[in-house]
């Protein structure tokens, strides 16, 4: 019988299709963004193919070095711009709409069922909404705009269950810390996870973003939570199509099963330079710090917001620190919560919707040997800065750590 990933692969390539079947797939939706779009419409334009497939599944969001950081990037982003108008691609956001991953989703493209590639590797985002999302390279993804199909191997399926209910101040970035440091950075190469239990179907959609984004950080393929009225309810109104929800089959085959209790998680810590390098909270506290971070597609969401808000208000923190809210839209919310007149009052920095200094490129890069504690997804050496020690965790322990200069358990404070 079959997983979701079976399934939404059966239906893109018109046949049936098992794990480890080669198939050519039709894509639903396909999104480059401001650094990859520039390869693939490089590898396009050598393709001499005059027309993309589908103006209309094609999505151009401008987010990692947005504004532009140089004249360079400035060029790049200019050529892009044209391309898109010169293509009829309508579905494009410029600077300041918000990073990739968070307007996909805002604006109704990430569904259950479809098959979504994104030229970034956390376009496992999507899976979120029972999607098949992932990411390929520019290349591949010159291919798609070319022909809106892509060949794939289908993965096999690992299945998660987080039971339990997560404490004060735990949250999903907790949970998907603690999954990622059981199951490895390698544990799910090439797999596709399906994540169940009580634990999970608790989740908002925000912090099952979050729990989807980082599925690339073991390796996997697509990180996909099984669709319910929590994900309806978040796209009525929003879904650019109609769609049709697929659950994997009360016997499909599962390569690997975790099972995860929340009930005594405590807040978790990503140390450098590895994601799977997890520890408590409690266990690092004490850990002097020179930056805190809030954002990104893996926790620049209202929610989060809002978590790092409860703990600022009516404090100052004793380090620099940056937030930067995932969207546009976010933003706005955030604004009319009252949420920037509390990060501002407490000393934060506040920068325009975008990944930041996330993957180094601006706005927050880090010097040799500074520690900053950030709600990102990766920690590798040279990830925000050459020689920098990036620490991961929750918008509440990276708040309450920028209050107190140094890695500090939210539940103490």
């Known amino acids: 019988m079959s997983t979701i990933s079976e399934k939404i692969f059966s239906r893109a390539a018109g ?17 480059a963004h401001d650094g990859t779009s520039i390869l693939a419409v490089r590898s396009f334009r050598q393709m001499e193919v005059e027309k993309v497939w589908d103006p209309s599944r094609i999505v151009i969001p401008f987010d990692h070095l947005a504004p532009a950081n140089s004249d360079t990037t400035a060029g790049l982003q200019k050529d892009i711009r044209g391309w898109v108008r010169q293509q009829g691609i309508n579905n494009f956001y410029d600077i300041g709409n918000g990073i990739c991953h968070q307007v996909l989703p805002e604006k109704g493209f990430a569904m259950p069922g479809k098959l979504i590639v994104g030229a970034d590797s956390h376009s496992c ?23 809106g199909k892509l060949w794939f191997r289908v993965p096999e399926s690992i299945r998660v ?17 603690k999954i990622i440091g059981e199951v490895t950075a390698s544990g799910a190469t090439y797999k596709a996870v399906e994540f169940y239990g009580n634990a999970i179907e608790d989740l908002s959609m925000a912090g099952r973003m979050t729990l989807s984004n980082m599925a690339i950080e073991m390796g996997a393929k697509a990180g996909i939570v099984p669709p319910d009225s929590t994900t309806f ?46 520890c ?13 971070f809030i954002g990104t597609c893996t926790n620049g969401r209202l929610e ?26 976010i933003m706005k919310e955030a604004a009319r919560k ?6 501002l009052d407490a000393g934060a920095t506040m920068g325009t919707p975008g990944c930041g200094p996330c993957l180094g490129g601006h706005m927050g890069v880090i010097g040799e040997g500074e520690v900053c504690i950030s709600t990102a997804n990766r920690n590798f050496r040279g990830r925000m800065g050459t020689g920098g020690y990036i620490y991961l965790a929750s918008p509440a322990t990276v708040a309450v750590s920028a209050i107190k200069g140094e890695i500090t358990d939210p539940r103490n404070v």
């Not at 990411?135 to 993804?141: E, I, K, L, S």
């Not at 989060?304 to 930067?324: F, H, K």
Request: with cysteine.
């Open 280 to 292: 408590g909270v409690s266990e690092i506290a004490g850990k002097k710090l020179d930056q805190a």
């Open 338 to 343: 009252g949420l920037i007149e509390i990060f």
């Open 125 to 147: 985002t999507y899976g979120a909404f029972g999607a098949f999302g992932t990411g390929v390279g520019a290349t591949d993804m010159a291919e798609i705009f070319a022909s």
């Open 161 to 177: 269950t987080a039971e339990g209910k997560m404490g004060e101040r735990v949250y999903a970035k907790d949970l998907t810390l």
């Open 233 to 278: 309810e978040y796209l009525k109104d929003r879904a650019v199509s109609d769609y049709e929800p697929v659950y994997s089959d009360e016997d499909a085959d599962y390569v690997a099963e975790y099972h995860i209790d929340v009930n005594s998680l405590e807040p978790q810590v990503a140390c450098p330079h590895e994601v799977d390098n997890v």
């Open 304 to 329: 989060d917001l809002e978590a790092a808000a409860e703990v600022l208000e009516g404090n100052e923190v004793a380090v620099r620190t940056i937030i930067i809210p995932a969207s546009r839209q």
């Open 15 to 31: 046949k049936e299709a098992k794990a480890n079947d080669f198939v050519i797939a039709d894509i639903d939706y396909a999104m």
